[in-house]
């Protein structure tokens, strides 16, 4: 990994506690230091346990420490998760043999292992995810509890499948632990990059042409299925979205934008812009790897530092920024809208979500609403 | 969450030596600071500056560039991306570069010093820091202050005072400053430099040029001693705080200068009678303390603010917020009264 200054996304061991940590009745031990346990701590804001560990268990071993650990949270129902940061995972001490005898989740997830994705996936590799024919209803994944629209999103995609007609299965990686294990056999998503890989994808419900692909899938897929109301509410709130975003262009040119998120919701607000308001996109920055290259009519790169960040948006000068409170922090007074964390300075009270109907409705209206308060 | 925090063992919750030094080091505008690591740390650590940054109004941090160590780095050894990092930086000129390790460099034994110790062109000054290894969170700070005290040389006086170890993490970083500044300016005197806190380099050269200094609070007096032993300005161990503190704060100052604060203290005692006036209505009514501040300071302060206004603290009282660090001067404890008051009418 070369050198990156100011790097913007967090690191493999946070992805493993925002997996793990999204499921009730699982206890998340972060074996390292204070300073990597207060991080995830305040980003995930999910109930997180540490070792705490002091040179001298770096010295003379860890074990002792992280058995306490364990034991103060064993008996008090659940199952327990560790989770390695940097220093434990190269001491080479046999954290597995030390915890043999006890039904312990062992992540080994450290921080140089790679991205806040990497960890999110080793963490679910390692529960081991199965469905179960029986079970009734459409999984929800790619919830992450670092993302500022997790709830939203999982609110969304269960009131639109309740619409179908159809339970909600498991929610990856927000629900009961051992839903985990009886996983229903079709899975829609929320967000591409923490895809969980199980069960048959239906398709992805970032954007209204993605959501009419998913539940058209969904009809042919799943038995009883009646996605007409569905698709029929697709209809009508579209039709908001364009009568909106053609009031605007009635007024102002569509804005120039560069859009800095993770891959999906990358390409979700620069597809929905391109496609309801005409907007120039003049760079998309992703701050992951993208799964596979996307297929896009815009420029993609990774970026991920601040300076790096700062240096495009000072090089297309875009009407518009999509992105963090970092990307703010270097916008000067351009129009700004946040799709990722951090979103610090604002008030954040309700759970606005980015998937489903509701999600295009409220980035539409969030960026109509930020260019005209610009204008104004 | 935290899993019996017993006391032998309250060092585990004393934070991040890194950050500690980090939130000195971002305070030098012309810098940039090297943390030589996995990019996890520094993003973890920027991501908190950040936050603590928009509180205080301020948008844009220096540069912080991690030697981004991979799972390579840590079994072959990770002076080769320091040394490759650190050539980047150099080549930008900055005012100064300062490199902070983490616990893993520490642990797979990397000679920090070392590297940097080959290079020229601009002062690239080590900062002993190792997550967890190097320490608390106040190490961090510590260390981080002596290392930077050690680009400035000797200086004539110039009657001024520095203000040494803010706490820029903190919310009312700049109200109590200002409190502090109101309080010397009182007696005459002006503030030198703010170390370190929003800083040019080439301001680090005066640090030896002050009359006095300041010290945020106690936990700073190792850097006291450091700067008396190296360039002997005597130090006022912290700021003032609660409803009694300013005047023996003043006493304490005029007396380290020389000065006669007579006027200085009356009209502190003036403002003091003002706020005992001002929150009259307060007396007599039931309060709690709830959680008790960690720092049994603050507790201390507290009881002694509620016992000056007369209000009764008893279990069954209503909750009233205490801050982690005690109110600074007569200004703060208005403030933490209002908020009483506030919790009071709820």
């Known amino acids: 990994m070369p050198e990156c200054e100011t790097p913007l996304w967090p690191c493999a061991m946070t992805g493993a506690a925002a997996c793990l940590a999204g499921f009730e009745g699982i206890s998340v031990v972060i074996h390292g230091s204070s300073g990597c346990y207060y991080y995830p701590a305040t980003l995930l804001h999910a109930p997180l346990h540490g070792t705490f560990i002091l040179e001298n268990e770096v010295v003379f071993g860890s074990g002792d420490r992280l058995r306490e650990v364990i034991g103060d949270l064993s008996g008090k129902g659940g199952r327990i998760a560790v989770i390695t940061t940097c220093v434990p995972s190269v001491l080479g001490e046999d954290i597995k043999s030390m915890l043999d005898g006890t039904d312990v989740i062992l992540v080994d997830s450290p921080g140089f292992a790679g991205e806040l994705e990497t960890g999110y996936r080793a963490a679910l590799a390692v529960l081991a995810p199965t469905t179960d024919p029986e079970r009734w209803g459409v999984n929800i994944d790619g919830v992450s509890l670092s993302d500022p629209f997790y709830e939203g999103n999982v609110q969304e995609v269960s009131r639109l499948l309740h619409c179908a007609g159809i339970p909600v299965g498991t929610v990856f990686c927000r629900d009961w632990s051992e839903m985990a294990g009886h996983a229903a056999p079709l899975t829609m998503g929320t967000n591409d990059d923490f895809a969980s890989g199980v069960g048959k994808y239906l398709g992805g419900t970032l954007g209204i042409p993605a959501l009419r692909a998913t539940f058209e899938n969904l009809s042919t897929a799943y038995e009883g299925a009646d996605a007409d109301p569905v698709l029929a509410e697709l209809d009508v709130q579209e039709e908001r979205v364009i009568h909106a975003c053609d009031k605007y262009l009635r007024r102002y040119d569509p804005p120039g934008v560069a859009v800095f998120a993770g891959t999906a919701y990358a390409l979700f607000a620069a597809d929905t812009l391109k496609q309801y308001l005409d907007a120039e996109i003049l760079a998309v920055g992703t701050r992951n790897d993208p799964l596979a290259a996307p297929a896009g009519q815009y420029p993609v790169e990774k970026l991920t530092g601040l300076e790096q960040v700062a240096r495009k948006i000072a090089e297309v000068s875009p009407d518009l920024v999509i992105g963090s409170s970092f990307e703010r922090s270097v916008s000067g007074d351009r129009t700004f809208v946040g799709i990722i964390p951090p979103l610090r300075g604002r008030v954040r009270l309700a759970h606005p979500p980015l998937a489903g109907t509701g999600g295009t409705l409220h980035f539409i209206e969030e960026v109509l609403n930020a260019c005209m308060d610009k204008k104004t | ?346």
């Open chain 2, 1 to 346: 969450m935290t899993l019996r925090p017993l006391p032998s063992n309250i060092c585990r919750f004393a934070g991040c030596t890194l950050t500690g030094a980090l939130s000195v080091t971002t305070h030098v505008r012309d810098a940039i600071t090297v943390v030589h690591g996995p990019q996890g740390c520094t993003h973890h650590n920027f991501s908190l500056l950040h936050a603590t940054s928009l509180d205080n109004d301020r948008i844009a941090l220096p540069p912080l560039v991690s030697t981004g160590l991979s799972e390579t780095d840590v079994i072959f050894g990770g002076e080769g991306a320091l040394d490759r990092t650190l050539d980047t930086v150099i080549a930008r000129d900055p005012g100064a570069v300062f490199v902070l390790s983490t616990c893993i460099v520490d642990t797979i034994g990397d000679d920090v010093g070392m590297v940097c110790g080959a290079k020229a062109g601009v002062p690239v000054i080590v900062v002993p820091t190792a997550g967890f290894l190097g320490g608390s969170f106040q190490t961090g700070v510590n260390n981080a202050l002596i290392a930077l005290a050690g680009m400035a040389g000797p200086a004539d006086r110039n009657g001024g005072v520095n203000i040494i170890g803010e706490k820029n993490l903190e919310y009312e970083v700049e109200e109590n400053f200002a409190e502090v500044s109101r309080l010397l300016a009182l007696l005459g005197l002006s503030v030198n430099i703010r170390f370190v806190h929003d800083l040019a380099t080439d301001h680090i050269a005066s640090l030896g040029a002050a009359r006095l200094n300041i010290l945020r609070d106690p936990s700073l007096i190792p850097v006291g001693e450091s700067l008396k032993e190296r360039f002997g300005t005597p130090y006022i161990p912290a700021y003032p705080v609660g409803i009694s503190g300013t005047v023996a704060f003043l006493e304490s100052v005029a007396d380290t200068c020389g000065i006669d604060c007579r006027h200085a203290v009356e009209e502190e005692h003036t403002l003091r009678q003002q706020t005992l006036d001002d929150f009259a209505d307060l007396a007599g009514a039931g309060i709690s303390f709830t959680p008790l501040p960690p720092d049994p300071e603050g507790s201390r302060v507290a009881q002694d603010i509620a016992q000056a206004f007369r209000l009764d603290v008893t279990s069954s009282g209503c909750p009233v917020p205490v801050p982690v660090t005690p109110p600074v001067g007569i200004i703060g404890v208005r403030r933490l009264l209002h908020r009483w008051r506030r919790a009071l009418h709820a």
